[in-house]
Nanobody, 121 residues
Framework: QVQLVESGGGLVQAGGSLTLSCAAS?????????VGWYRQAPGKQRELVAG???????NYADSVKGRFTISRDNAKNMVYLQMNSLKPEDTAVYYC??????????????WGQGTPVTVSS
């Protein structure tokens, strides 16, 4: 059984910072797989915010480049999202995602329960 548990969300003023954490349990070995952070604002589709591929390369949504940083602690089996210079439009529920590969191209997709982030103006 794989579980992803997010934490660190909350209310912050515009310009502030938050760090989200995602802890993986069960058989998840995040260091060997792709992980990412998604968000979903009210009335909008879920979108990719930042991701780390299996080879360690990172990618970011244009809207967060230069403000957000994704990182992975392999020893702790955790993923983080450091969010700086937050804007009201960053308000959303943030979800941790893990793609656990069982072949080179096939994977199981897992989601956390989400942690809400509210940025006040």
């Amino acid at each position: 059984q794989v579980q992803l548990v997010e934490s660190g969300g909350g209310l912050v003023q515009a310009g502030g910072s938050l760090t989200l954490s995602c802890a993986a349990s069960g058989s998840a070995i995040l260091s060997r797989n792709a992980v990412g952070w998604y968000r979903q604002a009210p009335g909008k589709q879920r979108e990719l915010v930042a991701g780390v591929s299996r080879d360690g390369s990172t990618n970011y949504a244009d809207s967060v480049k230069g403000r957000f940083t994704i990182s992975r602690d392999n020893a702790k089996n955790m993923v983080y999202l450091q969010m700086n210079s937050l804007k009201p439009e960053d308000t959303a529920v943030y979800y941790c995602n893990a793609r656990l590969y069982y072949t080179d191209s096939n994977y199981y997709n897992y989601w956390g329960q989400g942690t809400p982030v509210t940025v006040s103006s």
